[in-house]
T-cell receptor
C-alpha cells in the first residue's frame, strides 16, 4: 500500500544537539512538506519541496534544515539553533495539481530533555 | 493573506446528538477546501474536498457543505468513535505557482460521550 512513513515516532533531544526526522513516501508525489503542530496553534509550514534538489522555506524555517536528494525522501534536521523544538512534526506529500490535498504521515513527537 | 477560522474550538456532544462545525475562510480565489480528521498522536486523515459553493459531500455520519464564505461539517447521530480533532484547510487559485500551499485552521476538538 502507498503511503508516507515517518520515523521515529518519538524522539528525545538533548540541549545543543542536532536531530534528523525521517520522511519517506511511495506515492510517487512530487511535492513534500514539513509542518510543526503545537497545541492551540494549528499547523505551521516549516519547509516544502516541489521537485528533487529544490526546496523553499516556509513560515517558520529558522533553526531547521532539509534536503531532497531523492523523490521519495525529505528528511528534516532540527538544529541546535531551534530554541523551542518540542512539538509534533508532520510530513506530507501531494501531487503538483491544484485542487488536490495532502497525504500526511503519522508524525514524530520531538521532546527536548 | 489567506485565513481560515474554525469554530467552536471544542465541542462536547452526547452520543446521538447531531451538530455542526464551522470553517470560515478568506482566500483570493478558492481552488479547494479540505476537511481532515486527526486522532491524538496521529497524522491528519483526509475526509473531503469541496470545490465550489453549493457542493456537498457525505461519508457515513459526516456531511460537508460549502458556501462562498464558509464550510460546515455536519455530524449526524455521532458515536464516541467520531471523537477527534477536525481540521479545515483551503487552497488558493494563485498557490500553484508557489507551493500548492494549504492554509489550515486551528481545528475543532470534538468529544462524543456515550
Amino acid at each position: 500500500d502507498g503511503g508516507i512513513t515517518q520515523s521515529p515516532k518519538y524522539l528525545f533531544r538533548k540541549e545543543g544537539q542536532n536531530v534528523t526526522l525521517s520522511c519517506e513516501q511511495n506515492l510517487n508525489h512530487d511535492a513534500m512538506y514539513w509542518y510543526r503542530q503545537d497545541p492551540g496553534q494549528g499547523l505551521r509550514l516549516i519547509y516544502y519541496s516541489q521537485i528533487v534538489n529544490d526546496f523553499q522555506k516556509g513560515d517558520i524555517a529558522e533553526g531547521y534544515s532539509v534536503s531532497r536528494e531523492k523523490k521519495e525522501s525529505f528528511p528534516l534536521t532540527v538544529t541546535s539553533a531551534q530554541k523551542n523544538p518540542t512539538a509534533f512534526y508532520l510530513c506530507a506529500s501531494s501531487i503538483r495539481t491544484l485542487g488536490y490535498g495532502y497525504t500526511f504521515g503519522s508524525g514524530t513527537r520531538l521532546t527536548v530533555v | 493573506e489567506d485565513q481560515v477560522t474554525q469554530s467552536p474550538e471544542a465541542l462536547r456532544l452526547q452520543e446521538g446528538e447531531s451538530s455542526s462545525l464551522n470553517c470560515s475562510y478568506t482566500v483570493s480565489g478558492l481552488r479547494g477546501l479540505f476537511w481532515y480528521r486527526q486522532d491524538p498522536g496521529k497524522g491528519p486523515e483526509f475526509l473531503f474536498t469541496l470545490y465550489s459553493a453549493g457542493e456537498e459531500k457525505e461519508k457515513e455520519r459526516l456531511k460537508a457543505t460549502l458556501t462562498k464564505k464558509e464550510s460546515f461539517l455536519h455530524i449526524t447521530a455521532p458515536k464516541p468513535e467520531d471523537s477527534a480533532t477536525y481540521l479545515c484547510a483551503v487552497q488558493a487559485e494563485n498557490s500553484g505557482g508557489s507551493n500548492y500551499k494549504l492554509t489550515f485552521g486551528k481545528g475543532t476538538l470534538l468529544t462524543v460521550n456515550p
